[in-house]
């Protein structure tokens, strides 16, 4: 069965530090990632994707993320954080099996606060 | 913004009773899904539509059930209301159906059943 980890439930980082929040997977095929954001009594919002191709990938907002398939991993990451990134980072992987086939699995969420 | 609308975004109800959130893709997207948002659960996956037509299942319990209309938007049905129904109710849509492709998520309908 596919699953996501989100070992972070929060992570504080000070305003133009870098920032990581990880996200380990595990998928019986091929792993499709996706990183979303939620920001208070907002919906999800896509950051970027991995599919094939290049372990780094970029997406909105300067984020990236770098894809491991030996840690089997999928970090989320950006060089230099700002107050406005505080919210709530969900990593998903896409289902692959069953009758929920096509549908995002997420994982619980990490918080992550950026103080000025 | 998404281009997924969902309305109402906020719904108080009683235990017991039954609501119809609704949601409507973003322009050319054949696939709406629809997810819950809880404290406990985190998020889970409903049910998905594609043009149409049932396309996968998740943890949707039986007093629930969904259709999606030929214009493409979907309703999503909450019948005979628990206090644990009380959720954050998304809807994503894509373009296909393929494992590739992104959801984009509406901004939620708030279900409160007192």
């Known amino acids: ?116 | 913004d998404s281009g997924v609308t969902q309305t109402p975004k906020h719904l108080i109800t009683a235990t017991g009773q039954r609501v119809t959130l609704r949601c409507s893709p973003r322009s050319g997207d054949l696939s709406v899904y629809w997810y819950q948002q809880s404290l406990d659960q985190g998020l889970q996956f409903l049910i998905q539509y594609y043009n149409g037509e049932e396309r996968a299942k998740g943890n949707i319990l039986e007093r629930f059930s969904a259709q999606q209309f030929p214009d493409l938007h979907s309703e999503l049905n909450l019948s005979s209301l628990e206090l644990g129904d009380s959720a954050l109710y998304f809807c994503a849509s894509s373009v296909w159906s393929s494992s590739t492709d992104t959801q984009y998520f509406g901004p939620g309908t708030r279900l409160t059943v007192l």
Do not use: M
């Open chain 1, 1 to 116: 069965a596919q699953s996501v980890a989100q070992p972070e439930d929060q992570v504080n980082v000070a305003e133009g530090n870098p920032l990581t929040v990880k996200c380990t997977y595990s998928v019986s095929g091929n792993p499709y990632l996706f990183w979303y954001v939620q920001y208070p009594n907002r919906g999800l919002q896509f950051l970027l994707k991995y599919i094939t191709g290049d372990n780094l990938v970029k997406g909105s907002y300067g984020f990236e993320a770098e894809f491991n398939k030996s840690q089997t991993s999928f970090h989320l990451k950006k060089p230099s954080a700002l107050v406005s990134d505080s919210a709530l980072y969900f990593c998903a992987v896409r289902d692959q099996g069953g009758g929920s086939q096509g549908n995002l699995i997420f994982g619980k969420g990490t918080k992550l606060s950026v103080k000025p």
